[in-house]
């Protein structure tokens, strides 16, 4: 070797056959290997300077682990579609599904491939520099072809690549087989960080590696702006009490880390989220995360609400804040018209929807998960609001018994506690037992009773609270048929129970056409014999509305199943075959199927995963109580 041309060796990664070995990477600890000044390119690290010292390309990995049951197969479908909008594509191009030979893939042959697999495996990749890659394609194959390596098997995939945010990033779907036919099972260690480690190392030998110097540019460019940043994470985790203390003197090599740190947490002084509390330390403003979250979101937030109004050519004034804020003090739920619906962010799965609302004003909706606005189209009624996390009422039903047995719940002690009690009811409140026992919240005895603790209803609130995680609207559909065609409507929809209220809305934007429309929906109700001229709806006429809606459908049925049509009772036992779910202008109903006749019940989510199976269930009043498959009950109200 020449002495002028000196080189150092440095050694990749050695993979393991299954992909079941750890990889050690700085990926995800940029932050901690900058501040102690780790991983140099060889050199004895006293004579090292910041721009040898490099790092890994960083790169976020998600993986969903797929069932392929009946709904997973629809679902399926609709994640392809998903994934291959034109919307997500850059702009003036077509968005097309590609895997590793060709550019163009048919969907439908994909899905008809996959759709009797077991399982499937949906990822996104998130490269943090995705914008500087010539190629998002050429990146995604080198990935694949890796794994395909590390798996030791041909993968059948297809992925297409996102634009729509801030960062492009690609959706893979990998079919649950192998190349010779067997299931595919992904190592758990291989999804947890071996999909990243390769995901990094492409990237970095594509991009090239990262340097302190390279490092502390980024962070500096984020010293000024209005979102939460990394520097914000690192201020968050050495505060104590909510108190950083910045007067120490910093570690060898974390000086430009510290100092970034001061200029950004007088930034956040400037801000209003930070106060001087003495020489060095600095007190954060409770909640200044979220506060620099929803700063930093603003803008793509705005740009997506503009977006949804000039589509719809709509021109609303803004009374208030146009993004709906559903965790503020002194929040309302909205009810409105979707105007428009799409995903603010695909790599952390959270959608939105915009709402013309009653107040004459449009309103941003942050929905949480895409799968929270799928049965949502444009022109649906809707209403969004705050989540509750209070207690359930079996919660304080349990609590109060517990408390007059020394914290002890049993169902013989309910029984004697409420003798009218039926028994669906009384194995409901165990399960809610149960769910709350895996979490930690309840204890059950070896004679069938329940440790109940004091604070059980602070527990239910916080599991209710904890449960939500996705969901930051509560949100119902109230019309799935459009304003426009809601008058002629023979059933219980929306416009009759707010004839019923009696609520008059400020006649302006969606307010105004709604008035309208009631008006129509008298006339019609009274052409139909259905009210007086006085135009009173009363729960009379609602009963009648929904009973020549389930009529007209009784008949449909009734020649497709070749069965006659029977009401549910009022009272007493149900029971039959799930068949299916019918949607109607007064709602959604099951069709509970039996050996020489067929009823129509009100759906409830809990009976899906009894589709095709026995069902039986204790009718009273508005409640049923069913029994599934399985001795699995659930109270259904």
């Known amino acids: 070797m020449s002495a002028e041309n000196p080189f150092h060796v440095r050694l990749g990664r050695i993979y393991s056959p299954n992909g079941s070995a750890k990889f050690v990477s700085f990926a995800g600890r940029v932050r901690r290997a900058a501040m102690n000044s780790a991983r140099s390119t060889g050199r004895a690290r006293k004579t090292s300077t910041a721009a040898e010292q490099y790092f890994s390309r960083r790169v976020i990995v998600k993986v969903n682990f797929v069932k ?13 579609n998903y994934i291959e909008r034109d919307s997500a594509a850059k702009e003036g191009e077509k968005n097309l599904l590609f895997n590793g030979n060709d550019n163009e893939v048919d969907r439908d042959d994909f899905w008809q491939r996959g759709k009797d697999d077991r399982h499937q495996f949906r990822i996104i990749v998130s490269p943090e520099d ?30 297409a690549n996102h634009y729509d945010t801030a960062n492009p990033h690609t959706h893979i779907v990998i079919r649950g087989v192998k190349d010779n036919g067997k299931m595919l099972i992904i190592p758990r260690e291989y999804i947890s960080y071996g999909m990243r480690d390769v995901a990094e190392d492409i990237a970095t030998r594509e991009l090239g590696p990262l340097n302190q110097i390279d490092i502390a540019k980024k962070l500096a460019l984020q010293v000024k702006q209005e979102r939460f940043t990394t520097l914000d994470r690192d201020l968050g985790r050495r505060a104590h009490n909510r108190v950083v203390d910045l007067s120490m003197l910093p570690e060898r090599g974390a000086e430009w880390s510290d100092r970034l740190q001061k200029w950004r947490v007088k930034e956040l002084s400037r801000m209003g989220l930070a106060e001087k509390v003495g020489f060095g330390k600095w007190r954060l403003e409770g909640g200044f995360e979220r506060t620099l979250r929803r700063l930093g979101e603003r803008g793509d937030i705005l740009k997506a609400y503009h977006r949804s109004l000039a589509a719809a050519k709509l021109e609303r004034p803004s009374f208030s804040e146009p993004i709906y804020d559903a965790h503020g003090d002194r929040v309302k739920p909205i009810t409105g018209r979707a105007i428009s619906k799409g995903v603010l962010d695909d790599v952390n799965d959270r959608s939105y929807l915009v709402v013309d609302t009653l107040a004459g004003e449009a309103v941003f909706v942050e929905t949480g998960r895409e799968a929270n606005i799928a049965g949502i189209e444009r022109g649906m009624i809707v209403r969004a609001g705050p989540q509750s996390f209070a207690p359930k009422q079996s919660d304080y039903t349990i609590a109060d018994i517990a408390s007059k047995r020394g914290g002890v719940y049993s169902p013989s002690a309910h029984e004697m506690s409420d003798p009218s009690a039926r028994e669906e009811y009384i194995k409901a409140h165990v399960r809610r037992l149960e769910a709350l026992r895996r979490k930690g919240h309840a204890e059950r005895n070896s004679d069938g009773s329940w440790h109940v603790p004091k604070d059980y209803l602070k527990r239910a609130s916080a599991y209710e609270k904890a449960n939500s995680y996705g969901n930051p609207v509560k949100l119902d559909v109230l019309s799935r048929i459009s304003l426009e065609d809601l008058p002629q409507i023979m059933g219980r929809t929306w416009l009759d129970s707010e004839l019923q209220s009696g609520v008059s809305h400020t006649a302006q934007g969606f307010a105004e056409e709604v008035e309208n429309a009631k008006a129509q929906r008298r006339q019609f109700l009274m052409s139909e014999k259905l009210i007086t001229t006085d135009g009173t709806i009363t729960d009379t006429t609602l009963e009648h509305l929904e009973k020549r809606d389930l009529d007209a459908l009784g008949k449909t049925l009734s020649l497709e199943l070749g069965k006659p049509y029977n009401p549910a009772p009022q009272s007493g036992r149900l029971s039959g075959q799930y068949r299916k779910a019918v949607q109607r ?53």
């Open 68 to 80: 392929m049951t009946k709904y997973g197969v629809a679902a399926q479908r609709h994640h392809l």
């Open 585 to 637: 202008p007064s709602g959604k109903y099951a069709v509970v199927e039996k050996s020489k006749e067929f009823t129509l019940v009100p759906w409830r989510k809990t009976m899906d995963r009894n589709l095709g199976k026995s069902i039986s269930g204790v009718i009273k009043g508005q409640t049923i109580s069913w029994t599934l498959t399985k001795s699995m009950s659930r109270n259904i109200s």
């Open 130 to 159: 995705g914008k500087d890659f010539d190629s998002l394609r050429t990146y995604t194959r080198n990935i694949m072809r890796q794994m395909e390596r590390d798996l030791g098997t041909k993968l059948d995939w297809v992925a």
